[in-house]
């Protein structure tokens, strides 16, 4: 099983990369500084696919 650490996965280039890995089938941890709505978004769309 291969594990992807995005940094700044909540948005722009990061979130596309987090997006792109977990439908490829990694498993996904997502680093954000700031915006915790934004990173719990994108895990609910990792998490749905």
Do not use: D, P
């Amino acid at each position: 099983m291969a594990i992807a650490l995005v940094t700044g996965g909540s948005r722009g280039i990061g979130r596309a990369t987090a997006l792109l890995l977990a439908q490829e089938g990694y498993t996904v941890a997502v680093n954000y500084q700031q915006n915790l709505h934004a990173a719990q978004e994108v895990m609910n769309l990792i998490t749905q696919a």
